[in-house]
């Protein structure tokens, strides 16, 4: 019961988090992005990382710990789908995250002095805007998945 409790508990703090992060991302890839911003775009990338990982540990926490046993999820449609939807995410987010390790080295290198180009932000951003929409999908699966939907 404990230790169900401490990973939902610990499961919905990161999401919150995690979708903070998203959000700060999305705002700052605004065309002149450049300096500190930069440098602030690269650490909320690392900290999506970072997240991303701990959901993942957590989630399966979840899985293995929860009151409801592995095989509520495993023979569940909806928990597939909702997985689907995290690699989606995932996936989504490469580009991006190499596009901002670059600029981060650009900005580094060229000392102050460098600005993203347009073009590369709106890249981006098309990215991030998929994303978005992709973590959206997340919680419906979730909502469906705890209640029985599809096992
Ligand atoms: C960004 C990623 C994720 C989001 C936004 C998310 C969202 C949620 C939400 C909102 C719930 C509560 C559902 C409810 O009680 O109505 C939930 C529950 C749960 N999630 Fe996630 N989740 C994510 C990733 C994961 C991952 C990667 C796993 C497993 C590897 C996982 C496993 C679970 C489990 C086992 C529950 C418990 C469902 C129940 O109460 O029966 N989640 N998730």
Redesign the pocket.
Known sequence: MAIDLIL?IL??LL?FM?AGVLAGEFVLLRPGLAGREVKLLAHLDSAYGAL?GA??LV??G??WF?L?GWE??VYSWS?WA??AA?IA?GLLSVSPTMRIARWSREARSAKGTYIVPDHAIAAARTFVRLEVLV?AL??IF??M???GVGY
């Open positions: 939902a499961h919905h999401i995690l991303a959901i993942i989630g399966i979840r899985v929860g409801k509520f999820y928990f909702k997985m995290f995410l973590f997340i919680p979730a909502a998945m705890a209640r």
